[in-house]
């Protein structure tokens, strides 16, 4: 998803607002639902983006999917319904996480395994990242059964591959040469 600079301004405007009424963490909560319902939602997505659709429907539909949330966010939807940008909802709410995240010095790490990731191997990776990064952790897992085994694990510009399949590719190159 390309990201763009109205999608960033609108993500700083309303963590300024949330931070302001102390409520950043919840919209940070709210901004994650955000992303999971859209993302993992076609029709959603196809939804917002529809320029047939009447900007007054998306508002409503909008505001009953997401009935629980701060009015922070309510009013993110009342500006996008002023503004008629509805099709930038998804990318607002990964720029408001990333922003977030900076703002509390939290990094994610993003770790590719074949399989769902144990609390052993987490375990494991949180002490590795902690060598070289003084940041609060989160991961984030990637499903991945391409790579067979081992896993990836990707912070900030910084990529480590321990996976089944690069070694085996790194063998294949060998054997070629």
Do not use: C, W
Not at 32 to 55: G, N, R, W, Y
Not at 134 to 163: C, E, H, M, W
Request: cysteine-free; glycine content about 2%.
């Amino acid at each position: 998803m390309i990201m763009s600079r109205a999608a960033i301004r609108y993500a700083k405007a309303i963590l300024d607002i949330a931070q302001t009424s102390g409520k950043a963490d919840a919209v940070n909560n709210d901004m994650k639902s955000i992303v999971t319902a859209v993302s993992e939602s076609a029709d959603l997505k196809d939804f917002l983006t529809s320029p047939i659709i009447k900007i007054e429907v998306k508002k409503s539909a909008l505001s009953e999917i997401f009935s629980n949330v701060e009015k922070e966010t309510n009013s993110l939807f009342h500006l996008l319904f002023e503004n008629k940008r509805f099709e930038i909802l998804e990318a607002i709410a990964i720029q408001y996480n990333k922003l977030f995240d900076e703002s509390n010095g939290i990094e994610v790490a993003k770790v590719t395994t074949a399989f769902p990731i144990t609390a052993e191997l987490e375990t494991k990776v949180l002490a590795k990242i902690a060598e070289f990064s003084n940041k609060k952790i989160t991961i984030q897992n990637i499903i991945d059964p391409t790579i067979i085994g081992g896993f990836i694990l990707r912070v900030g510009d910084q990529q480590y591959n321990a996976s089944v399949a690069s070694k085996l590719s790194e063998l294949k190159r060998e054997f070629s040469n």
